[in-house]
């Protein structure tokens, strides 16, 4: 049997919906006669009422969701932390949950937030799914969302990502700079936004130097010990001298592989990558990174979010927000003496 709702009290006592519901929630606007009625029959048919759909209603659950596909990339810990900075000073709780890259679970999860236990939710796409679809009933349901780093590009919704394409530009260049005459790509995933721009980045100024430099693309994914062997294979058989790798954990297995191969960083292979990585200074050698501003991207989504809740009438918020990385360079890219 179906659940009992507040639409069906209204039907059987031909009160409005309304009047229903402030009754339950014992408003000083409805009469006695009509609460007791009300509450009679609530008694009656076993109504449980919904404390988190109608706390949305009144969009007063005083929480959000924040949805990430990993806990292991310190770059989600430092958006986590921003996050939370702002969301403490508007008195809101956090709650958050990991999809694993997998757009199953993702989809669960969106699923269980439809139901009203939040009132925005912030959202950065797991990398190994391509259908978005599940993501659809969040607008449906007027539910706000604001995607950061990796982007829905099928859902209008607000955005905060890092200069990737740019970013990319730069990076490739610096490896051509040094010295490098065939560098590879280490993709992640082609389903991902920030792979994308950063894949057209990379190709960009290789064309850039009209053939002056030889080009490889490697598909990796999230399985660890296929990614070690993707690129020692690589690593063996096309003998690059240079290494961008998308994301950190391709980094970390580039170098695992050339330690297997017996190859040498720098000197036999340079390896950049974007990175977050706290400890990116202390690797044998240092690694040259990519640093995405990860604080202020959690700090800049966290604001469009609450700018969407309390402007909701007017929908005067942020569309688009893109904050600048910036590159370190350490001994992983140093040019031979």
Known sequence: MSAITIK??????????????????????????????VHALARQLNYQPNHYASSLRRQRSKTIAVIIPEISNNFFSHVINGIESVAQEKNYHVLIYFTHENPQKEAEVIQHLLSGRVDGILMSMAGNGSNHQHLHPIREQGIPIVFFDRICADLDAPTVTTDDF??????????????????????????????????????????????????????????????????????????????FASVEKLAITSYHACAALGLAIPADVKILSFSNLETASLLNPALTTIIQPAHDMGKSAATVLFNMLEKRKNRNWERNTVIRSSMIIRRSTQMAS
């Open 8 to 37: 069906m009290l209204a039907r059987e006592l031909n009160l409005a919906i309304s009047t229903v519901s402030r009754a339950l929630m014992d408003s000083y606007e409805i009469s006695a006669a009509t609460k007791e009625k």
């Open 166 to 243: 740019d970013s990319s530009v730069l990076a490739t260049r610096h490896l051509m700079d040094v010295g490098c005459k065939k560098i590879a790509y280490l993709s992640i995933s082609p389903h991902l936004s920030i792979d994308c721009k950063r894949m057209q980045g990379f190709q960009q100024a290789i064309a850039d130097r009209q053939g002056q430099v030889e080009s490889l693309l490697l598909p990796c994914g999230t399985d660890p010990e296929r990614n070690q062997e993707l690129i020692t294979n690589m690593l063996a058989n096309e003998k690059p001298d240079g290494i």
